[in-house]
């Protein structure tokens, strides 16, 4: 049973997208990535029942908390302090971990925090 | 393996995308009498020697002094060390560790939760009306730089030291592209306090310092000795001298293989030698 679980969280690692991969200066990279994450559950849901479903559902969810906290989160508020994100897709992103620990019952403490130096902002001009 | 070394090869050779480009506001800077209306703003003084040639010297002292027969000033004009303006106040938090509230000086609604959604890119919206502002009140540049060098204060002192906290600050929305705007419009460079207390990273350099390899994460995001690992593989992959010991490893894991073929192959050649079959089938080979 718990290692049912394991099993379930690690296969999910493997949705995470690589970080430096992904091209977040884009404005479309942090609702694209929603979108993403969104499917992901989507998918788990409708293709397993019971038990199953219920265990790949809580590897997914741990695997997508952690990675917010860790990547998407800091690189959202930094592209945000930018100008380059509006309100309203921050506020989903921020929402959607908000509902993940819910889910899990957790605080997210024991996710590891990830700072600020994913990516930093470079101001053009002298 | 070869997908992961793969990842690290686009590692190596992806730079650029760490880091955003912040553009200025477009502030249209033709004034605008309807922006001071928004704003509250106050009646101060500031100190007139600033503008004068000798600033030590108050007006008009010279003249006291060399008039002998009266000691009341009889010149016509009054000695004015104090300029009446009108000033623009600069916003404030509440807390400077811990911030929860902003105060703008709108004239409705000056205090602002930082969380929610009506705070959402305000300090754009506040900078863009006041140098409107400034621009309908003078036409002399020196108050629009002497208003962002306060600003700047403000701004390093308080809300970029905070702008890595695990909180999101929506408040402080578009905060880099004021700073950024600052900088077209200019800054008094002289009269920005030498404060230990502040984050100069994104306004003194050219470019913000990174790290020898900025696509790898620094410190905090990741465990160091993973970071240590994936330094010395990228230096591998690029061909710096520091990855040697990197390829120490790779060569030993070469020299394992061929070891291990090796050893398949005499244990293949004893097992046929042994097994009768193949033995007869050698036989009648020859």
Known sequence: MDKDLLIARRIMQDVLPQPS?????????????????RTCFTLVRHGSSGVTQQHLLMGLADAIGGYQKAVLLPVTRQVYYAGLLSYTDGQSMHDLHEDIK???????????????NVIRPQLTSK | MVAYFFDLYLLATNTKKTFCLVTPLEVNSAGDNTACDQLVLEKGTIDARKKREDPLKPAGQDKILNDPEIGIPTHQQPIIDEETVTKIPLPFLDDDDHPKAIAIPWKDKSVLSLSSNDSAYIIPK?????????????NSKN?????????????TKKVVLRLNDDTWYIGFGGVLRVL?????????????????????????????????????FSEGSWSKRGQQYLREAVDVLKGNASGKSHLVLLVTFFIMIVMIAGVCL?????????????????????
């Open chain 2, 180 to 216: 950024e705007s600052m900088k077209v419009f200019g800054i008094n460079y002289g009269d920005i306090d030498k404060d230990q207390k502040r984050d100069d990273r994104y306004i003194y350099k050219d470019s913000v310092e990174i790290g020898k390899h900025p696509y790898v």
């Open chain 2, 266 to 286: 005499v244990c293949s050649y004893w097992s046929g030698a042994r097994d009768p079959k193949r033995m007869l089938s050698n036989f009648s080979k020859r």
């Open chain 2, 143 to 155: 108050d629009i730089i002497r208003f962002n060098t306060a600003l700047y204060n403000w701004l």
């Open chain 1, 21 to 37: 991969l992904v091209d977040f200066t884009d404005s479309e990279a942090i609702p694209t990535l929603l979108t993403f994450i």
């Open chain 1, 102 to 116: 819910t889910f899990l019952k957790t605080t997210g403490v024991g996710w590891k925090s990830g700072g600020s």
């Open chain 2, 126 to 138: 506040y900078y863009t009306v006041a140098v409107k502002c400034i621009a309908a009140k003078s």
